[in-house]
């Protein structure tokens, strides 16, 4: 496989360098392999720390900036950031207000991050965890106890981002992630196996003509393969296998944001089709979608394919979620 990378072990220390250069209102360090803003201490507000392997980008060091995550802590590439990541970045976000941690519910990560919290703690620093665990398609998966966490990490960290901007306390905001990764699911397609760097081949087989429904994003398998079939079929199942399981635990009577996310290498053109089809389903079930986001925000390095993620959105969380945000891979409203 052909990659635009000089070896594949400088690929993420590569990437944070050119991160580094293309954001200079962001203090990466490529080293120790944390990205903070700028002012993440300035005007006295709660700190959002999250993490994870690399290869999901722009999730998250895309994410770091005004109204979302004041730092973020990349793993090699499907790999857990250390303990040691999470602390410097804890301690260099914290302005006296408290830390949230907004961690995806994956094995790794929660180990590593129950930790760094541990360590903090004990340095005087007040921290809260969120867990976020909105796959709907299989419960106990290769790198997870429970339900993986994919598309709604980007509602948590942009919702909870915009109530820190606003100076709300540390348990309102932990209060208000969790609400969101309560009231959210997600369901993955994909087309094709991703390729890491350090294998440079496929890393599952998913032979021509087929798909894998319910994937999670290190390619992890899903609930079923089926043979290919038209983008209104797969909406039809992805939507459906999310608004039902939804329904659990409320009938979804209300408006949602919609995220239609490609997983890193299906054109905007296919994915701007999809949300057409999505969005036609949701009509159908009589669901009002508030607000759309398209593209590529929660990927698996070059997988053919995406996911959906809708949340049930109170007035707040579509507030806050209009709130205005910059960062290297969101920003509207400043």
Request: proline share 5%; charged share 20%.
């Amino acid at each position: 496989m052909k990659m635009l990378i000089n070896s594949p072990e400088a690929v993420v220390a590569d990437a944070l360098r050119g991160l580094a250069a293309a954001h200079p209102d962001l203090d990466v360090d490529v080293e120790a392999r944390v990205v903070v803003r700028r002012d993440a201490r300035t005007g006295g507000r709660v700190g959002l720390v999250s993490g994870g392997g690399s290869g999901h980008e722009p999730l998250h060091a895309g994410f770091v900036g005004y109204g979302m995550l004041s730092a973020a802590c990349p793993g090699e590439v499907f790999t857990s950031p250390v303990p040691d990541q999470m602390v410097r970045a804890i301690k260099a976000v914290d302005s006296g207000q408290g830390v949230l941690l907004v961690v995806k519910n994956y094995t790794g990560d929660v180990l590593n991050f129950d930790m760094a919290a541990e360590l903090a703690e004990e340095d005087g620093i007040r921290v809260e965890r969120v867990l976020v665990n909105d796959d709907v398609a299989v419960t106990d998966s290769l790198y997870t106890a429970g339900r993986r966490g994919t598309g709604a990490t980007l509602f948590v960290e942009k919702i909870a981002g915009a109530a820190a901007e606003e100076g709300a306390p540390l348990e309102q905001v932990a209060a208000l992630a969790r609400r969101v990764n309560e009231a959210s699911g997600s369901f993955g397609v994909a087309l094709s196996a991703c390729t890491t760097p350090a294998k440079g081949s496929p890393t599952f087989d998913l032979p021509d003509g087929e798909l894998e429904l319910g994937i999670g994003i290190h390619g992890e398998p899903g609930r079923e393969r089926r043979p290919m079939m038209p983008a209104a079929e797969i909406a039809e199942v992805a939507v459906g296998t999310v608004l039902d399981d939804m329904a659990n635990t409320a009938p979804v009577d209300g408006p949602v944001l919609a995220l239609v996310n490609g997983m890193g290498a299906t054109p905007l053109l296919e994915l701007y089709g999809f949300h057409a089809e999505v969005a036609r389903v949701l009509e159908a079930r009589g669901v009002l979608v508030a607000r759309a986001l398209v593209g590529n925000y929660v990927t698996s390095l070059d997988m053919a394919g995406c996911s959906v993620t809708l949340c049930r959105a109170d007035e707040e969380m579509l507030r806050l979620w209009d709130a205005p945000v910059q960062t290297a891979a969101l920003r509207w409203g400043r």
